[in-house]
């Protein structure tokens, strides 16, 4: 890997992880599309995951008085079973279909409450939630804007819907890593990033994510709910319009 490309990752894992620490999942999202553009689809998930695994632990870390363990306990009773279940089954979503997904999730925030009451606080519904958020992220990588629809509709405060959005996207990541990480290194490391860079990225996430908090304590939670809803709509659009060019050029 040559410096460029890995000043570049850093990069985009710094900026992206202080976005992730103000709304808990832009970053992702953004992060999530530049790695998909640099390296290889399975070496992107597995880096993806083991990045924001570091984000959030330290999300967990800052703003655990705040998570509701409740909704997570169930969470991942779902999350734990789709693993399971993904065992059996072999599949590397392409970068089409990883940009399109990246495009079209976001897009669940501006579904109108009356016709997606979906609750975490709901043990049946925080179930459902790791079995669909697991199922997603490890079919196209990501899974937090599915994740945010079981919370944002809930009677949370941001910095519960923050720091419970954390635990409970530990699992999704830690799926990613599992699956592509374990393959990667299964079949010889090829492709995967230097030992020193992943250390780095995730040091360089757990900096972004404090600087973000501090940003955090100074929103109110209409402007962290609004916020939140434009600046995905902004990504969504960049990755639609990404996931149109490759399909049109057969990638």
């Not at 880096?47 to 967990?60: D, P, T």
């Not at 609750?119 to 994740?147: F, Y």
């Not at 409970?168 to 990667?184: C, D, E, N, P, T």
Request: aromatic fraction near 8%.
């Amino acid at each position: 890997m040559s410096g460029g490309l890995a000043a570049l990752i850093l990069a985009a894992v710094l900026a992206t992880a202080t976005l992730s620490g103000v709304f808990g999942m832009a970053g992702g999202l953004i992060l999530m599309g530049v790695l998909t553009a640099l390296l290889p689809v399975p070496a992107a998930l597995a880096i993806h995951g083991l990045v924001q695994m570091a984000s959030n632990a330290s999300r967990i870390v800052l703003h655990v008085r705040h998570i509701v363990w409740k909704v997570v306990g169930f969470y991942a009773i779902g999350a734990v079973a789709t693993m399971a279940a993904f065992t059996v089954v072999s599949y590397i979503p392409s970068k089409a279909v990883v940009y399109l997904a990246l495009g079209l999730l976001p897009i669940l925030i501006w579904v109108p409450e009356r016709y997606s009451p979906l609750d975490a606080a709901r043990p049946s519904h925080a179930v459902l939630a790791g079995v669909l958020s697991t199922a997603m992220a490890l079919t196209s990588g990501i899974s937090g804007p599915l994740a945010d629809l079981f919370l944002v509709r809930s009677a949370l405060t941001r910095h519960q819907v923050l720091s419970t959005k954390a635990a409970l996207q530990m699992f999704s990541h830690l799926s990613k890593v599992l699956f592509y990480g374990g393959a990667i290194l299964l079949a010889g490391g090829d492709g995967f990033a230097p030992p020193w860079l992943l250390v780095a990225a995730c040091a360089l996430a757990v900096l972004g994510v404090t600087l973000g908090a501090r940003v955090l304590d100074r929103l109110t939670d209409q402007g962290f709910r609004a916020w939140r809803r434009w600046i995905f709509t902004g990504v969504a659009a960049v990755y639609l319009v990404q996931a149109a060019i490759l399909f049109a050029r057969g990638q």
